[in-house]
């Protein structure tokens, strides 16, 4: 679900564009954002393996410029804004860092919140909505829920798109890739 969304949010973006991805586990949505055509990827991860990981996807794949740093987003401080932000942070992370997650996107931007369970939804939506976004869009997949919201500020408006977890394999980067006939599959270590 949650690369699927990265692929839909990015797609009408100019290549160029920026991303964070907060929890970058595997680093497949960091690894996908470039082959959608962002210039700048960080890849942000508490865990050491994951980082390890990340970075030999990445060789695997022949993808270069992914800035992958071992960091914990409580204290991360980016350098600038980004377009895009992914998170596949646990519930309580999420909502620890709502107030601080749209302060790392330029004007318009998108941000993609992966790791909640539908058991926690309510009590991620409320502390959303008590900073500002709105639900736009709920979808569901098993004990995993993707959520739109838009948040207002000002003039400005910017998306945020929750969802529930990163993609199961690699294969859905492959299929997405077949539709974009430009980019080569993606393959995991």
Do not use: Y
């Amino acid at each position: 679900m949650t690369l699927r969304l990265l692929e839909q949010v990015t797609r009408g973006m100019e290549r160029g564009w920026s991303l964070a991805d907060l929890g970058t586990g595997s680093g497949i949505l960091a690894l996908a954002a470039r082959h959608f055509g962002a210039a700048t990827v960080i890849a942000i991860d508490n865990d050491p393996t994951a980082i390890s990981t990340a970075r030999a996807n990445a060789r695997l794949n022949g993808i270069r410029r992914v800035d992958f740093q071992l960091a914990d987003v409580r204290r991360w401080r980016p350098k600038g804004k980004v377009d895009v932000v992914t998170a596949n942070l646990f519930s309580e992370l999420l909502i620890e860092t709502t107030p601080r997650l749209s302060r790392f996107l330029a004007g318009g931007g998108q941000l993609i919140v992966s790791g909640i369970l539908r058991s926690q939804e309510s009590e991620v939506s409320r502390a959303l909505r008590r900073t500002g976004f709105q639900i736009i869009e709920r979808r569901r997949r098993g004990k995993w829920v993707a959520l739109l919201f838009v948040l207002e500020l000002g003039s400005r408006r910017k998306a945020l798109v929750i969802s529930s977890e990163v993609e199961r394999s690699l294969t859905v980067v492959s299929s997405l890739c077949s539709r974009r006939r430009e980019m080569s599959p993606l393959r995991s270590t």
